[in-house]
């Protein structure tokens, strides 16, 4: 088969291991020719590719970002992109293509496959671990312990200076990162966008443990946290030209309320883009290139219009349509059972 690969959205630790593994079945055991595509569907498009061969991508497997380049966008924001997408397909004799992304990029791959019959398989990649069908994706990981190292660092800080530290999060609509960050790194307080906060209450919360003697404080927030209607003031957010609002800053503000109204000493920290960069952790590694052999397997399963997913301990084809248009929220046993014991 002559397959085509991109990769699209945010960059994410784990892509290249992703591409690794489909190159290395692919050439090795299917003997397959595997055609990157540049910069996601913008790529596809212009006809910007690159041959992906095992020499080509030897190295690879712990660096993170991606060989291909990758980049926001879609051939529906152009009145002839699914024509110029189809047409590339045709005339490179391509079988289909693996789109290795997010909620945008698979919401794309399943419109094409649903409405232009263009074959796509899907491989879903978020550091936020939002996307519905899959117990979870690759990139989480990585970020979570980026984020609690930092936390562990700010610990030895906060408690040398007897400070709050408000560290901010990625997670625009769902707070996995900041639960598990906030659970591993021992945080007072985790907000996330799933539960409207009241930040009196926080503060609250602070207050009872600088009482009993605990000057130091850890409150970890996702970005897309937003407090309670009236509780606190929040600037409307602009939006970007895909649709998304503008985050990041949060944990500035909340920061300013807590040190107003409790006198503490209060610090904001922004991790941002941080999270996603660097090397890979072993378990991300270990589930890109698991999906990624998935991936290429489904390919030749003719399982066109679907995704590989985690599912337990198996890695399976799941149809793209349980995955897009819905967010994956934290599970709140999680963070109601296990998380909030330690709000106390």
Known sequence: MR????TGGGDCPGLNAVIRAIVRKGERIYGDELVG?????????DRRTTALTVESMRGTLPRGGTVLGTRRGSPFDHPDGVERVAATVSDLGLDGIIVIGGNGSLTVASKLFDDHQIPVIGVPKTIDNDIEGTDITFGFNTAVQIATDAIDRLHTTAESHDRVMVVEVMGRDSG???TEAGIAGGAAVVLIPEIPFDVGQVCERIIRRHERGRYA????VAEGAQPIA??????ERSIDRFGHARLGGIGSIIAEEIRERTGFDTRPVLLGHVQRGGTPTAF?????????????DAAHGRHWGEMVAARGREVIPVPLSEAVGRTRQVDMTVYRDVAEVFFA
């Open 217 to 220: 404080s850890i409150v970890v």
């Open 230 to 235: 009236g509780t606190m003031e929040v600037a």
């Open 37 to 45: 595509f540049l910069d996601a569907w913008d790529g596809v498009m």
């Open 3 to 6: 397959i085509g690969v991109l």
């Open 176 to 178: 996995w990162i900041a």
């Open 284 to 296: 991300d590694r270990v589930l890109s290139t698991r999906f990624g052999v998935a991936a290429i």
